[in-house]
């Protein structure tokens, strides 16, 4: 016979079986990922006299991509998770996420608009702890980037002036490759830099997607920066290199399990439809001379943004000092990255650069460029990733690219040391221990040593100039080398050329290159 505690207790188990019932997961969707999914624990807590919330606990595995059939020594990745779970309205939820790091994820209602949890709803390692307010939620390891996304800013980039789009081929899966290429078509092509950029070959890699749509943003934009960007420089642009893995929801693989990021130096068996993509287009722009500038876009998990450099002893030391020079102007112009971030490697053939060293040597500098997922500066306590910040930094990479390259405009004029008049008192130095523009700098023998430079013409207006101040080519060199700084303010009228006299501060100072900031593009 039934007591009544009895039947209580049966309403309740029978009550929290029901909802639990209700908690589906799915990952049916562009870039969707979940290896296995556990309940642990189901029980309803008591919060007041007459308030109570079901706590449900579940273990959930991240999914490994595919056993890399061509090297198999590389184990298998599982950081990707993009996962929905309905029926979580008011519910106590616990999820332990293993295999992949749980460093505050992100989470959204409606699959576009992401949301990265709380500290205090991350507090333990691989854990997240959140009472849901409405039925339906996404939970992904940081905002999507999915393949829908791309083809809906593909289709909105391609209709714009200056603006070429092309398939250039087709995945494994037989999804398309393409290509944008950028460029102010009434300019002349022969003094223009060529620079092609690359991301995603690594699908969980979402953050250097958004990096990249926020550089394409500002190359193909209306603006004065981004007029003169077209103007100066031909961009060929591959925004996902690995569509197959993003859509399919992997994690440094294709569908088939390859890790394409190193499958540069395979034989042709063995390389895969999306490299031999990359390489027929590569060869076919390369055909008449090289890439001034190629950068490979991703993301990594140590909380920093960073450049992989090369080092000299893998390269040149003159290769050494044009990587720390671009690796530099980015430090200049971005709070997100300090000379202690840089990454260091030997060039090796089986990655894109080194397949790019091997056939252009010094004349053309190919480097990846990583972001990270969590936050910057290794400081927890600073700014968070975001895909605000994100496009901040799009812009900063930019303008590196500009200052390197030396797309000098109407608004950013750079001026070469070698411009300079009546230099006495200083020597020409073309050592590669230091970082520079162009192919020396100057170093004065005394203090008080004199050196005259004149700009081209002008627009009216106020300008800020700086000069370079040079500095080792070390793998970590004081904040106050290889940066700007500023001299002086000058007002311009009537269109004239500046011309001003640089005195060293002391015997040995170095002086490059500097530069006229028109005051409204600062």
Known sequence: MFTKRTLTLLLAIFGSSFLFSQIRFSTSFDSGSIGSYKLMDSVWVKRGVKDSILTLSYEIDSRFDPINPIDTALRPSARWYHFKMEGVKDKQLFLTIRNSEVIRPFYSYDGVNYTRFESVENIYKGSINKIFTRDTVYISHFVPYPYSRNRDKIDQWRVMPDVKHEVIGTSYLGLPIEMLTITDESANDAKKKKIWIHGRSHPSESPASWHLEGMVDIITSDTPFGKELR?????YI????????????????SSTGVN?????????????????????SLERVTSEAPLDLLLNMHSQI??????????????????????LLLSSLTINYSPYYRPVDQSFSAVAPRYFEGWIWDKFKERSVAITFETPYTFYNQNRDG?????????????SSLLAISDMMNLSSETRILIDNESGKGQRNWRVSIDPKNVFFGDSFYVSQKKGARVKIVSPKLEDGEYTLYRWVVG????????DRNIWTKIEKIKVKGGKKVRFVYRSLEEGEKIDSFMLVKQSNQ
């Open 238 to 253: 591959v925004p996902f290199i690995n569509p197959d893995g993003v859509i399919g929801g992997f994690s440094r693989s």
């Open 231 to 235: 103007k100066n420089a031909i961009f």
């Open 383 to 395: 700014a968070w990733v975001s895909t605000e910040n994100l496009r901040e930094l799009a812009n």
């Open 472 to 479: 080792p080519a070390d793998e970590i060199f004081p904040e």
């Open 260 to 280: 394409i990021e190193v499958n540069w130096d395979r034989p042709d068996s063995l390389t895969m439809p999306e490299i031999k993509v990359l390489k027929k």
């Open 302 to 323: 140590s909380s920093s943004v960073t450049y992989w450099i090369h080092t000299a002893e893998s390269t040149t030391e003159r290769f050494l000092k044009e990587q």
